[in-house]
């Protein structure tokens, strides 16, 4: 994906110096741009991070997640996470049944990384959606066109109109903090999605309410080498319920930056930049600084890399299960 | 409105004989026509018949009512009244706030009929949609393209996508006593809304539940002659909420089926076929047989009717706003 070009004609802005809450987290390095983040941010503010819950959770959904986290931590601010099962249920023809247990299911895995209950909201659509949220989206339904949306989002005569519809709950989503507790949003959103921001930044204007700012992330490299996991393409992602022997298959498996053989890797040495397996190393805590001169250099092979990941992933990922169980009793506290 | 032109463009049934049930109430002239009501009435069904709230209440929803109320009593049936203040929100451009107001203002004339709160579920979309008539509009709005709704309703690519997907939630009040309590519904709507009731069946048919059925049911005229009453033309609607001296007005000011003059209609008689203050009269329980023998004799003049409707109103509205007021005590009682 060719970041700079979408950022260019999105009209985003770059940070020309991370702000100090962001610069140490681990994610920092996956921002792309922002818009309206260093404003906003120097008040009291709410961050919006939504879930599409159309299959298990994976790592990346769970680096996303563990960084809004680690936001809540540094801004001691509200986070809303809305659930859309409604619009993976018009979208991708899945079941309703599986829009709602894949909702529930990946709720767990959010609820386990620590959210404080007391600054946190998390509505599924199709579980308990409030009665203010349905009015704010048919507020915000009366100010876009079916014209819009089919510019927009591309959607044709054919398309069903929950879909359409759906566009003004995505933008209720957005705008629900501000509505309710009077906080502009920051939305951490890929930034692909960044047409729905504008949208809304739009809408809130004409509706009255503070325009939502954004953290744009870019991809968190699959597995395979790919830009962009996918539930559906199972090599490519580690799922949070992945035994320890599924997690070993997946690394063992996994795209690095090495060369062709050994001794050319010790001659020339790898390419970290381009690695799958350095890239976990990174989220999940590993010390990558010295990680990436003994690649550079020669020193360190990719069978090590994998090795040290495996152990790391499979630590991380037992303590997560724990937590994971633990969360079915947080649900009631977070689903208001 | 040609009736006859609608049944057969629709495809609706007549009564060929009226059911007892039915044909004593004074609503059973306005029964245009129906769908499948012998075959669904014939084991436990619910009706549904709702309110756009978009003004006061008049005489002629009150007339609607009033039915809805009898038949309960006569069937023992389930009723199910939404309160679509949602789609007159985003249709008539009124304000939000009025969109409650209307909604909370009308629920007391509907609840001080006297409808049995153990049977009947009273829902206003903006103020306590159930998260399962939400999640049925979603499923319903998956089976409706842009291209139905543009061609049944009309709607342009400039129609907002609120409007467009109140479709789904009409169609979803219409299915909700199905899907909730597995009774099929009879809709009591008025003739022209039929292509609403059909896309409903041929919903229905795609989710798997009992096709709806419908009474259809023609206008009652306005006190000024033409053949809708409005809540935006004063003169033509009394409202629930008039004092006894505006009902004397509005009444004094009604389009009758009198002659030009006194002595023309002594000779002639008038005509009650045509006649507001006839059709008010016999809504409202007068002894409507001799006066009509009296009025096509030419021997009962305008005068004379005006005033036993004027007397007739005021007592009806006197107790029925005595049972208004009551009924706020009710509210939360039928809005579960």
Redesign the interface.
């Known amino acids: 994906m060719d970041y700079d070009k979408l950022v260019k004609e999105f009209g985003a802005e770059r940070f020309e110096v991370m702000p100090d809450e962001l610069k140490d987290l681990r994610m920092a390095k996956y921002i792309v741009s922002h818009r309206d983040f260093l404003s906003i941010s120097k008040k009291p503010f709410a961050i919006v991070s939504g879930r599409g819950p159309s299959g298990k959770f994976h790592l990346g959904h769970l680096a996303t997640f563990m960084f809004v986290k680690q936001m809540q931590d540094k801004y001691k601010c509200r986070v809303f996470i809305p659930f859309s099962n ?1 619009e993976k ?2 979208l991708r023809g899945i079941s ?1 049944e599986d829009a709602q247990n894949y909702a529930m299911d990946n709720l767990l895995d959010i609820i386990a990384l620590g959210f404080d209950p007391e600054l946190t909201d998390i509505i599924i ?5 409030p ?1 203010d949220l ?2 704010l ?11 819009t ?2 510019a927009l989002l591309g ?11 759906y ?2 709950m995505q933008v209720a989503h957005i705008l629900y903090p501000t509505m309710k507790y009077g906080l502009p949003s920051v939305v951490i959103v890929a930034i692909d999605q960044d047409p729905f921001i504008r949208l809304t930044r739009d809408i809130a204007e004409k509706l009255g309410y503070h325009k939502p700012g954004a953290l744009h992330l870019g991809y968190i490299p699959s597995l395979q080498g790919e830009q962009k996991m996918s539930s559906s393409s199972p090599y490519s992602a580690i799922f949070t319920t992945d035994d320890p022997e599924t997690v070993k298959k997946k690394v063992m498996n996994a795209f690095t930056g090495g060369r062709e053989t050994l001794s050319l890797q010790k001659e020339k040495g790898g390419n970290p930049s381009i690695c799958s397996v350095y890239a976990y190393l990174d989220l999940f805590g590993a010390d990558t600084e010295q990680i990436k001169k003994d690649c550079v250099a020669g020193k360190r092979m990719c069978g090590d890399c994998k090795k040290e990941l495996i152990t790391l992933l499979n630590a991380f990922l037992d303590e997560h299960r724990r937590k994971r169980e633990k969360s079915k009793n947080l649900v009631r506290k977070f689903l208001k």
């Open positions: 409604d249920f018009l309703f659509d199709l579980y308990n959606l009665q349905y009015n989206a048919i507020r915000v339904s009366r100010k876009i066109t079916y014209s949306v089919k959607f044709t005569s054919e398309t069903n109109i929950g879909l359409s519809f566009s003004a």
